[in-house]
């Protein structure tokens, strides 16, 4: 079965056709900029061009970077505030004409390297970390997810975690790796406490530099990175609708 995917994240919405049996992606995938204001109605707009641009008249799946319920998303921390309580599925609906589903980012990333890439076969509890403009987080107990999970905003020396560890906050503040890394064991440290994961899988922009901060860490539970890299969020866009049934039953 082939879904279109897409990817609306704070700096560029992203789409490709995927198969969701393979999960892999069937074409090359297309970008657009995030507009400015991210609105519902500019990223819908944006969506549409995408699904033009791929002669798409199939399914549409969609990650969005903040809490999703029945295609309702709830939070906008890196988005427009015109997003909370807004009827997303049935706003790109309507535009595109295209029957879709919209889940949150981190738990799409989280569903492709879960089926197909670091996560895959892996039992017991395992939490996906997205480092980007902010921190996306996914949990799974043996391959189940449990949608929704915002550890990214839990608080950290006062502070919400993503503001303090997310890659944007690297660049901004331009901390070395070794730094940022600092930073991001004390999170992750938190987080086993709270956790106790079998696996961490650590996904998202910052992943393709793995091998500049995964050494510094010192948490003792297995970390690896993404093995799907900028494909996860297109590839689990596409699957979240399907595997979480949020709109209608299968
Ligand atoms: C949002 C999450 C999202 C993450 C990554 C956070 O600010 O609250 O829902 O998954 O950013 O985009």
Redesign the pocket.
């Given at each position: 079965m082939h879904v279109l995917g897409i990817d609306i994240?704070?700096s560029g919405i992203k789409g490709a056709p995927v198969d969701i049996e393979a999960g892999s992606l069937l074409a090359e995938r297309y970008r657009l900029i995030t507009p400015d204001p991210s609105t519902p109605e500019a990223v819908a707009d944006c969506i549409d061009q995408i699904a033009k641009y791929f002669e798409w008249d199939g399914r549409i799946g969609c990650g969005?970077?903040?809490?999703v319920k029945n295609g309702v998303t709830l939070?906008a921390?890196?988005v427009d505030q015109g997003w909370i309580n807004c009827d997303a599925k049935s706003l790109i609906e309507q535009v595109t004409q295209c029957k879709t589903s919209v889940v949150?980012?981190?738990?799409a990333a989280g569903l492709a390297e879960i089926r197909f890439g670091a996560g895959r076969d892996v039992q017991g509890v395992v939490i996906m970390i997205?480092l980007?403009?902010?921190?996306?987080?996914?949990l799974f107990i043996d391959g189940h997810l449990l949608p929704?999970a915002?550890l990214?905003?839990l608080d950290i020396r006062g502070k919400d975690a993503?503001t303090r560890a997310?890659d944007r906050a690297r660049a901004k503040k331009n901390l070395s790796w070794r730094a940022w890394a600092k930073r991001l064991d004390e999170y992750f440290l938190y987080l086993e406490k709270l956790f106790w994961p079998d696996l961490i899988i650590v996904g998202?922009g910052a992943s393709k530099n793995h091998e500049k901060f995964i050494p510094y860490l010192t948490l003792h539970t297995p970390i690896v990175p993404a093995q799907m890299f900028n494909a996860a969020g297109i590839v689990g866009a596409a699957l979240g609708g399907m595997e979480m049934a949020v709109d209608e039953p299968k």
């Open positions: 994240g704070g969005y970077p903040g809490a939070t921390a890196n949150n980012d981190a738990d997205t980007g403009t902010g921190i996306g987080t996914a929704n915002e990214g905003h993503e997310s998202g």
